[in-house]
């Protein structure tokens, strides 16, 4: 007695690709795609942040070079006749001179106490001190000092504290400041921009912490 003959099983249909389909766990295929809109929104505000600590590193590096300034002010003597050659961008000076009221400004700044002025050296246009006035010597028998020590300045590149200084003046006296003029802010020693440097680091962090995470969401993953 002969065994009747075996049926072949049915092969998969569609091959290999469709069994493999077919294991899928249906709750994976219901998953929604992934979030493209909202890892492009995140990379987008990771590239604005970087370029924001960058503009901000490269706003605060002159403040920054001037905390490694050599602590010894440089002597320019009296200031009406300091040659134009002495002043140099960035400096800790030691000048004298007398200070001018035409075209002096008054102002204060934000948690700070005392008031500031703004005042030009008589017989020089273009050399202008600002002094620090402390609380309740402000009144009219004020008396600028004669003799100053602190960092040299354009008004130009005065760094964000003194930047609009200049618009001020016109503003407030309509006298035009010379093109490249200089400002001695009295009292500013190298020391006291150590802020810069701590500012400079913590935005150098935040922008290389954005590039990297940038990178990594931007990575692509190796297919299984």
Request: aromatic residues 8%.
């Amino acid at each position: 007695m002969t065994d009747a003959p075996s049926q072949p099983l049915d092969a998969p249909r569609g091959g290999p690709r469709e069994t493999q389909r077919e294991e899928l766990d249906p709750e994976l295929l219901e998953l929604p795609d992934p979030p493209k809109r909202e890892r492009t929104l995140t990379v987008v505000m990771l590239v604005v942040t970087a370029i924001a600590s960058i503009a901000m590193i490269f706003a605060l590096r002159r403040d920054a070079a001037y905390a490694f300034t050599d602590a010894h002010p440089a002597d320019l003597g009296d200031l009406i006749q300091t040659p134009e050659g002495a002043f140099q961008e960035n400096r800790f000076v030691r000048g004298q001179g007398m200070l001018g009221a035409a075209a002096a400004i008054r102002y204060e700044r934000p948690l700070t106490e005392g008031s500031f002025r703004l005042m030009p050296v008589a017989g020089r246009p273009n050399v202008w001190v600002e002094v620090r006035v402390p609380a309740g010597a402000e009144n009219v028998r004020y008396v600028p000092p004669s003799q100053f020590t602190g960092r040299l300045v354009r008004f130009e590149t005065g760094g964000p504290k003194h930047r609009g200084l200049a618009a001020a003046v016109k503003d407030a006296t309509g006298q035009d400041i010379p093109q490249g003029s200089w400002l001695l802010v009295e009292g500013d020693a190298p020391q006291s921009s150590r802020w810069a440097l701590l500012l400079v680091a913590l935005f150098a962090g935040f922008a290389v912490w954005n590039v990297a995470v940038m990178a990594k969401l931007l990575r692509r993953v190796p297919e299984a």
